[in-house]
């Protein structure tokens, strides 16, 4: 009560951007920053999920991002998640039953920072049926994670709440999956995603994470956007995938830059209109 009135407060107040602290977990105090609509709110909230290898990054690294969106109306909230692997990396040294742990942690995270916004709907402008997921790289990965996700079974308690309270959709920049089965029709929600062909860190297609070799511990197979997106597009499902011929892991990083495409592609889908599988590619130098 204490903290919902602190939020009442700031929203009362005007202020653009406050912090709510959602979680305390193993010592850590999990918060958000909530970037309020500014202008005339168009209905949309924006959670995401910042990247850094599971070991780094913080929800202020993607604040070009947030108020891109939130000039144009939206309602954004960028959250803080433990970071499994900090004074570590997500590297091919890690054995990988350790980097499954880093990606089940940030899921648990962002599930239930994804579950304090929907109760608490109300008191912080959100409309719980136009909840839109984003993340990049660690964080692309963790939303993909709580989308399809191959940890339910270990924690019903947690995430058959997900099954009533749909996500309208989400955004992708240069994230994976450690496992494609979960990614049906059922279970698919219209996708913007982002990604560099030459990615040398997370799969543009289906390789092993930053290319590991098989007789290094960190060794194992992720399935990048466009192995997501061809599926999805298989489903017939929609979703728009924007590849960048010839660049790296640095497209993750562009949803600071492109937020008009972000914009176009949710006002698309918050219109309710008909939507296809749609790839667009970017030549190299544009």
Not at 125 to 148: F, N
Request: hydrophobic share 40%.
């Amino acid at each position: 009560m204490r903290l919902l009135c602190l939020l009442l407060l700031c929203s009362i107040g005007g202020s653009a951007q406050s912090r709510i602290d959602y979680a305390v977990k193993d010592q850590d105090t999990l918060y958000m920053l909530h970037f309020a609509p500014q202008g005339t709110p168009n209905g949309m909230t924006v959670m995401h999920v910042h990247g850094g290898g599971f070991s780094g990054g913080s929800p202020d690294g993607d604040r070009a991002f947030a108020e891109g969106l939130q000039a144009r109306g939206y309602n954004v909230f960028s959250i803080s998640y433990r970071l499994f692997l900090k004074g570590s990396d997500f590297g091919c040294g890690t054995a990988t039953p350790v980097k499954l742990k880093a990606i089940a942690t940030a899921v648990e995270d962002v599930a239930d920072a994804a579950r304090f916004l929907l109760e608490n709907g109300k008191a912080l402008q959100v409309d719980t049926s136009k909840l839109y997921l984003s993340g990049s790289s660690a964080g692309a990965e963790a939303i993909l994670h709580l989308l399809y996700n191959p940890f339910a079974a270990s924690d019903r308690q947690r995430y058959d709440y997900f099954k009533k309270q749909r996500f309208k959709g989400a955004l992708v920049f240069a994230g994976g999956l450690v496992d494609i089965n979960p990614v049906d029709k059922h279970t698919w929600v219209p996708t913007l995603f982002m990604h560099g062909t030459t990615d040398e860190l997370v799969p543009y297609g289906t390789a092993a994470h930053r290319f590991c070799r098989a007789d290094q511990p960190g060794w194992m197979i992720m399935f990048g956007d466009k192995s997501i997106y061809e599926k999805g597009k298989r489903m017939q499902q929609p979703g728009l995938l924007y590849t960048y011929v010839g660049r790296g892991h640095e497209v993750s990083g562009y949803m600071n830059r492109e937020v008009p495409k972000i914009d176009q592609f949710l006002q698309q889908v918050n219109s309710g209109k008909k939507m296809n599988a749609q790839e667009i590619i970017v030549p190299k130098g544009k």
